[in-house]
């Protein structure tokens, strides 16, 4: 790649090109099947840009699923990488000790919302981050229920699975899964399931969770952990209504219920605050974390308040949690997105782009709903406005004609495309993919 010279997009061959197709089916023989949604095959990528194999350069609006929050390869990172590579790249960290991996802790404890002292269990994934924050609220409060939001997607693990409800692919054949599950409406202001208007509905999608579910099947007494994602990811990247997410606080408090804040796709700056949580005055007992904590070095951890820490040691491990070049990893992006002013620019460009969205919408009908906070931001399709009929098909073309163009997307909810390009993105390379991005929306509503 040719760095700041390069034109982008470029597309020298419509993807797939002759080598992605190879090597699509090699992958197709011995892979298992998982959840493909573009024919893209990177060769390398640098900041926003990604060059597959076949000499394409395509604008990335994925960040790998919000994974690289600060662009591909950004050079620290990559420093610190190769650096803790050649010291030393495993030590056990559940087991020994190492100055990183504490130093990580600390760094995480003080980001996080609460002036309280807390504690952080290191692990891989966004799903084992999840698992950890069931384990340690049951333990904590000795209950074998929890509350969960219909399309929250928490993770593919068993005990995460068991608090998913994006799609019914994701748990069919399954079952059964961890019990005393029970799932509530999440505050979908758009396709409000109790057909109320915000703000006169008085925020009614989360009191009925006192004044219904706590009445008939889930007793408060018998719940150990309420999980909420500040903004629903997987299920439509749908943002609550001012007000909402302090009422299940509170709810939550006032029943002795913990309250999980699962920041594994909403943190580390794609809303423009650290966390997503923070954009409210909440401050959760536990929040969980993953995928850009690490800019692509797999990591994970539950933070949670000190006095929530299981008393007994063994009573939760693993082996590869807080791994050190993955936490060497982490301490870099921080650093960058500290240093370099992240959380400012993703502000500053988020509402650029809520701007050229608006713009879109007022010319094509087939865009039902903007939203978002930051660069965490998704169009939801329809089919026409007022029935709000979702518009799959319409969104589905719209992504396979941006890709071929040079700008990969990924689709969330039933009709949506999320749009998370990376948080230091400039001016400049944001308006050439959402160029991309007008050009495949007005195909689609022809």
Known sequence: MRGATMKVPSIRVTPPGPKAKEIIKRDETYLANTTKTSPIVAKRALGSVIEDVDGNLIIDFTCGIGVVNMGFSHPRVVEAVKRQAGELMHFAGQDYYYDLQARLAQKLCEITPGSFPKKAFFANSGAEAVEAAMKVSRYYRPRGMYIAFLKAFHGRTMGALSLTASKAVHREKFHPLVPGVVHVPYAYCYRCVYRQTYPECGLYCADIIKDLYMKTIAPPGDVAALFMEPVQGEGGYVVPPKGWTERIAKIAKDSGILLVDDEVQAGFGRT?????????????????????????????????????????????????????????????????????????????????????????????????????????????????????KPAAKARDAIVKDSYEHGLLML????????????????????????????????KASK
């Open 272 to 388: 423009g605050k650290m966390f997503a949580v923070q954009h409210t005055k909440v401050v959760p007992d536990i929040i969980t974390m993953a995928k850009a904590m690490g800019s692509g070095m797999p990591i994970a951890a539950t933070v949670f308040d000190k006095r929530l820490d299981f008393p007994t040691k063994g009573a939760h491990s693993n082996t590869y949690g807080g791994n050190l070049v993955a936490c060497a990893a982490s301490l870099a992006t921080i650093e960058a997105i500290e240093e370099e002013k992240a959380l400012a620019n993703c502000t500053r460009m988020g509402e650029h782009m809520r701007k050229r969205l608006e713009e879109m919408k007022g010319k094509y009908d087939i865009m039902g709903d903007n939203r978002g906070l930051g660069l965490m931001r998704a169009t939801e399709f329809v089919e026409d406005r007022k029935m709000k």
């Open 411 to 442: 689709p969330c909810g039933e009709s949506s495309i999320r749009y998370i390009p990376a948080i230091n993105v400039s001016k400049e390379m944001l308006d050439a993919g959402m160029d991309v991005l007008e050009q495949s929306i007005k």
